[in-house]
């Protein structure tokens, strides 16, 4: 145990303290501090999904992304609409959702975004959504 501790510690400092002539000082770390090695995939932690999904061509593909007005889903609408993909975001608030859109039609104004209505905690909106969708007459590639 005590050398897990020592290999821990070791590390630690290795990752977020910078040597000064003073002695070492802790740093802000930084995800590619913490995780600054590249996986077999060439990606890190610290990854954007931009530098993931450069060189992609989304284009006649059609994606869902659900909770898309926030967080996580508005970034993935977005680097999936620059890629080209025509996104659908599912969203609880309807008003939310428009902003996000027009947000990233600014951004990039050859993006394919539409929102939708969808409380995935409703089988009703869910049922509402599926048929909006197929009367849409898109097809479906990519479910978030």
Known sequence: MKNRWSWILRNFLEFYTLTLPVGPVLVP???AAIYPRKGATGFSASSTAEEATQGLDGTGLTAIVTGASSG???ETARVLGLRGVHVVMGVRNLTAGRGVKETIV???PNAKIDAMELDLSSMASVRKFAADFK????PLNILM
């Open 135 to 138: 009367s849409s007459g898109l």
């Open 29 to 31: 770390s930084k995800p």
């Open 72 to 74: 996580i889903g508005t």
């Open 106 to 108: 600014r951004q990039n």
